[in-house]
């Protein structure tokens, strides 16, 4: 067998190839994390740090996705925020033009406080009605359409819709009444003429009455409360009344009053009194024929003066609500200071108290009702006695002091009529409007607009449930009743999600709107004397329900705390997010420079483990030798 040479070949070129191959691959591993920063191009090569990049990835993941959140809310909780300080700066601002004193028309028998309130309800509404991205944010979950109706549509109405003016007329029409009292009832007065008994003897005692007399009502009572005569009207002429009476001795006398057409002769026959003018005056003259009377037999009996009780006469106006409804005016109480005058508390469903005159008040004192209104609030009808004659033109209230109680009382209850009709036809009115606008604005799932219930409203005793073909639903959002806040909301973290959701029908809202609305509803004349008195109370009401906003407050302060829950948050996930690429840069990621310092080692290496095996695979046995 021949022997061949010796050259560089079995054992070493076969360690040598790998040792090629390997460098090669490590250069090519290199040389794509030099392109690509990463440590690997798969997670199955990446080796012991796979584990952790996968979780890290995911932490990343759900990171920005609660930063998209937050860029998604950020521009809805901002409207939200921006339209509801926008809202709550009308109010302040309305209410400071609202100055009851600042009564000049200027235009549609308007004042400028009210034209201002009127645009600026135009100017909240189309804030309500503003979108994001077609999305509206003041229906709670409801975003597809305008949450709120225009301006005009909830003052005017729209086709067989009523709008808030309708309802304004017919709750007006209702609380006033046909008579414009307010649904007080105050009848004529009633003239009654009282008698009782002495308590001690010697005495008279009433033994019997039998009345002839027209429009006249004779009541004997068990003692010591006796005769009541009460004049509902005139008697005629020569009509008679006769009461029987028991003296000390047993023996009993028929006083026979007569009426006659006066002037009655001086002195008058015995028992007879004159036919007054009014059913007032009447009573007066029978009480004193009656006395004159009494005293008479007395005397004749010799029963002491001591002992005997004179015939009164009272004059009473009674003043009671006409029926058990929500209108009008409430009797609550009354308060009296007149001398001569005595009054019966307030009592019933409906209620009613009487007013009775004995004698004569004196100048400057007074007697107060306090009334409740149809929205809440209480005013006062104040009657004050005044020495006739009265000013021109006489003071709010005051009625004259008269000849007598009888005329006393007349001249009172007119003055009662005449003030009521005015406390309603200013008071009254405002408070009736606010009701409407509770009526018409305070609307959710359970409870639809309210209107006055028959026709015509002046006789009116219901409140009945408008429905969407009939009556203007102002909101059109969703009606639920749960928290407004809830209806819309983000998960901006594992723990922590934003509530931002609202609806226009809110009270913090629709106070506000409601009561732009009440002052823009009403209109005046300088003609009108009630006119500037009926604006102060249309103001002052105004000034008053714009000054709570506590519930306007409340909104503010979720939408801060909303708010300040999305950029603290926001804040930190750019902090985690740092961090987290920065483990997951450590985990996945290369030094380049680390990198070409290895890339430039190792081909070094591979350059001269080239030429060296390029030199061995020359070596041979010959060239050796």
Do not use: C
């Amino acid at each position: 067998m021949a022997v061949g040479p010796a050259t560089g070949t079995g054992i070493y070129n076969v360690t040598q190839a790998r040792a090629i191959l390997n460098m090669r691959s490590t250069l090519n591993t290199l040389t794509n994390q030099m392109a690509t920063g990463l440590k690997a191009d798969s997670f199955g090569t990446l080796g012991s740090a796979r584990t952790l990049s996968l979780v890290l990835r995911e932490r990343v993941s759900a990171n920005d996705a609660y930063k998209a959140n937050i860029d998604l809310v950020k521009p809805r909780l901002n409207l939200v925020a921006t339209t509801v300080d926008r809202i709550q700066k009308i109010g302040s601002e309305v209410k400071g033009a609202a100055v009851p004193g600042n009564y000049t028309i200027i235009d549609n028998g308007q004042t400028i406080a009210q034209r201002e309130a009127y645009n600026s309800m135009t100017l909240a509404l189309e804030a309500l009605n503003a979108e994001v991205n077609g999305r509206y944010l003041f229906g709670g979950p409801d975003t597809t359409q305008k949450p709120v109706e225009t301006t005009d549509v909830i003052m005017n109405g729209q086709g067989s819709r009523a709008g808030y003016l309708t309802l304004v007329d017919e709750r007006r029409r209702a609380d006033l009444g046909a008579d414009g009292l307010g649904r007080l009832t105050i009848p004529a007065i009633t003239s009654t003429v009282t008698m009782g008994e002495s308590t001690v003897t010697p005495r008279l005692t009433l033994d019997s009455v039998v009345s002839g007399l027209s429009n006249a009502t004779a009541t004997l009572n068990p003692a010591p409360d006796g005769l009541d005569v009460s004049f509902t009207g005139q008697p005629l002429a020569g009509e008679t009344l006769a009461l029987t009476v028991e003296l000390p001795d047993t023996t009993t006398v028929t006083l026979t009053m007569t009426a006659q057409t006066g002037p009655l002769p001086d002195p008058a026959p015995a028992g007879d009194f004159a036919i007054g003018a009014t059913p007032e005056e009447t009573a007066q003259n029978f009480a004193a024929a009656l006395q004159a009377q009494i005293a008479t037999t007395s005397e004749g009996a010799g029963v002491p003066a001591a002992n005997v009780v004179e015939p009164q006469a009272s004059f009473t106006t009674s003043v009671s609500e006409d029926g058990a409804h929500p209108f009008g005016f409430k009797l609550s109480s009354v308060g009296n200071t007149m001398a001569g005058v005595s009054t019966t508390p307030v009592t019933g469903d409906p209620a009613t108290f009487d007013i009775s005159f004995t004698g004569q008040p004196e100048a400057g004192q007074q007697l107060r009702i306090a009334v409740e209104l149809p929205d809440g609030t209480t005013e006062e009808i104040t009657l004050k006695a005044a020495t006739a004659p009265l000013a021109v033109p006489p003071e709010k209230g005051s009625f004259a002091i008269g000849a007598t109680p009888a005329e006393t009382a007349l001249n009172f209850q007119t003055a009662l009529r005449t003030e009521t009709a005015r406390v309603a036809d200013t008071a009254l009115v405002t408070a009736s409007a606010e009701a409407a606008a509770d009526n018409f604005f305070n609307i959710d799932a359970d409870h639809p607009p309210l209107r006055v219930g028959g026709t015509p409203p002046e006789t009116a005793t219901t409140l009945v449930s408008g429905t969407p073909d009939d009556t203007v639903y102002w909101y059109k959002g969703d009606m639920g009743l749960d928290s407004a806040r809830h209806t819309a909301s983000a998960r901006i973290d594992s723990s922590v999600v934003v509530n931002y959701g609202v609806r226009a029908n809110e009270a913090g809202i629709r106070d506000t709107i409601k009561q732009l609305a009440v002052m823009s509803s009403m209109t005046f004349s300088e003609a009108d004397e009630n006119g500037s008195a009926r604006y102060a109370a249309l103001m002052n009401r105004a000034r008053g329900n714009l000054d709570n906003q506590k519930n306007i407050q409340g909104m503010q302060v979720d939408l801060a705390v909303a708010n300040r829950s999305l950029e603290s948050t926001d804040t930190r996930l750019r902090t985690t997010a740092a961090t987290l690429e920065g483990m997951q840069y450590d985990a996945e990621g290369v030094d380049k420079e680390e990198v070409a310092v290895r890339i430039l080692d190792l081909q070094t290496r591979l350059q001269a483990s080239y030429e060296t095996t390029s030199i061995v695979s020359r070596l041979s046995l010959v060239n050796f030798l």
